[in-house]
C-alpha cells in the first residue's frame, strides 16, 4: 500500500480529520499502520512520534508466547515485531530533527537487543539533521581547495549508447580517488548509505549492511585495521538474485561495495571474502550500484525477485541526480571544512547524551 502523503490534508474540508483518521488506521490497521504513520510523521509529526515509539517498544519488549505454539510460529511472530521495529526506527529517523524530541526514548531502546543497531542509525539521523540546521552556509565563489574542486567537477557526458548516467557518474567518482582514502571512504559511504534502506526494507532479519556503515563511520572517526576487517565482514551479504528484488539486490551490493574502498594498514589475509574479478574500482562499483538501486535495476548479473513494497523506480538519469547529490551533502561541507557529516554527529551526540538529551531549540529539519 503505497498513499500520498504531501498536500494530502489540503485536498479535503475537514484537513484536521485526516489526521485523526491516520492516528485511528495507525492504531486498528495491522497491515497498513506504518505507511499510515509514515504520512502522519510527514503531515503532524508530533502526533506521529508517541506511536511510532509505541510501536519500537512493542517489537523489543519481551513476551511469552502461548505453549501451543509451535517453535516456527513462535519465531515468525518473533521476526514480524522485529521487522515492524525496525521499520518504525528508520521512520523516526527520516524525520530528521523534527523528531528531536524521541532523542531521550530512542537513547533508552538502545537496550532492546535486537534492535539496537537501528536505534543508533536512528539517533544518528536525528543528530546530523540538527547538525545541518546549526551548520554555516557552504561558501561561494570559486574552490580553493583541491579536494571541493574535485567535488564539483562536472559529471562527464556520456561518450558511447552504452554510456549510462550511473556509468558515467560511476567515472567521475574514481576520480576522486586522487583526493586520499578519506575522501574515497567518505563519497562510498554516502552513496551506500542513501540506498541501505532498500535493503533493510527487504530484509530486517539482516543486520550485516547496517553495521559494516556503522563500522565505516566508526573508521572516519578512528581509524583501525580492525573496524576495516569488521566492515568487510559485516558488509559481505550475498542475497539470492532469484528471491531479492532488483532495488534491494543493489542497495546490498552497494554496501559491500563501499567496505571494499576502506584502506588497511596491513594487507588483508587470503580468506578475505573476493569480489568478482570483473567488478573494477571498488568506488566506482559502489555508486554504479546505488544509482542502479533507486532505478530499481540489478547490479552484476541479475535479480528475479519481486516484492509488492518496492518503492516507485526513478529513471536512470534522476537516480543518478540522486545519488550524486548525497555524496555532495554529505561530503562537500567537510571538503569545505565548514562542519563534518560524521565526527560533528558523534561530537553532538555525546553532548546531548551528557545533558540529558535535551535539544536547546527544536528546528525544524528537512528529514527524508
Not at 474540508?13 to 497498513?32: S, Y
Not at 511469552?64 to 528508520?90: C, F, H, N, Q, W
Not at 554504479?288 to 528475479?304: D, E, P, V
Not at 562537500?332 to 547524551?353: I, M, Q
Request: proline fraction near 10%.
Amino acid at each position: 500500500m503505497s498513499l500520498p502523503g504531501g498536500g494530502l490534508t489540503g485536498r479535503f474540508p475537514d484537513g484536521p480529520k485526516v489526521l485523526t483518521v491516520l492516528e485511528e488506521q495507525a492504531m486498528l490497521d495491522d497491515a497498513n499502520d506504518l505507511e499510515a504513520l509514515r504520512i502522519l510523521g510527514q503531515l503532524e509529526p508530533a502526533r506521529a512520534i508517541p506511536l511510532l515509539l509505541d510501536a519500537v517498544w512493542k517489537a523489543g519488549e519481551a513476551r511469552p508466547e502461548p505453549k501451543t505454539l509451535s517453535r516456527v510460529d513462535a519465531y515468525a511472530i518473533e521476526s514480524a515485531r522485529r521487522e515492524r521495529g525496525m521499520k518504525a526506527l528508520l521512520l523516526l529517523g527520516r524525520l530528521g530533527a523534527r523528531a528531536a524530541s524521541a532523542l531521550p526514548t530512542l537513547s533508552g531502546y538502545r537496550k532492546l537487543c535486537s534492535l539496537e543497531p537501528y536505534a543508533d542509525a536512528a539517533i544518528d539521523d536525528i543528530v546530523r539533521d540538527l547538525c545541518r540546521n546549526r551548520a554555516p552556509p557552504l561558501p561561494a565563489g570559486p574552490a580553493a581547495e583541491a579536494r571541493v574542486a574535485a567535488l564539483l567537477r562536472d559529471v562527464p557526458p556520456p561518450r558511447l549508447p552504452a554510456d549510462t548516467p550511473a556509468w558515467m557518474l560511476a567515472r567521475w567518482a574514481e576520480q576522486l580517488r586522487a583526493q586520499g582514502p578519506e575522501m574515497t571512504v567518505r563519497v562510498a559511504l554516502a552513496a551506500a548509505r542513501r540506498v541501505l534502506g532498500l535493503w533493510e526494507y527487504q530484509d530486517p532479519t539482516n543486520d550485516g549492511p547496517r553495521r559494516a556503515v556503522m563500522a565505516m563511520d566508526a573508521w572516519l572517526q578512528s581509524p583501525t585495521d580492525a573496524l576495516v576487517d569488521s566492515a568487510v565482514y559485516d558488509g559481505h551479504v550475498v542475497p539470492s538474485q532469484a528471491a531479492t528484488p532488483p532495488h534491494a539486490y543493489s542497495a546490498c551490493w552497494s554496501v559491500t561495495y563501499a567496505t571494499r574502498c576502506l584502506p588497511r594498514e596491513e594487507p588483508r589475509d587470503s580468506d578475505a571474502p573476493p569480489l568478482h574479478e570483473d567488478d573494477g574500482d571498488p568506488l566506482g562499483a559502489c555508486v554504479w550500484a546505488a544509482c542502479r538501486a533507486l532505478s530499481r535495476q540489478s547490479a552484476l548479473t541479475g535479480s528475479f525477485g519481486s516484492t509488492e513494497d518496492s518503492p516507485d523506480p526513478l529513471t536512470p538519469l534522476q537516480s543518478a541526480r540522486e545519488i550524486h547529490q548525497a555524496i555532495l551533502d554529505e561530503v562537500l561541507p567537510w571538503a569545505h571544512g565548514t562542519w563534518d557529516p560524521v565526527k560533528d554527529v558523534a561530537r553532538l551526540r555525546d553532548e546531548l547524551a551528557g545533558r540529558g538529551w535535551k535539544v536547546a531549540s527544536a528546528p525544524q529539519g528537512r528529514g527524508r
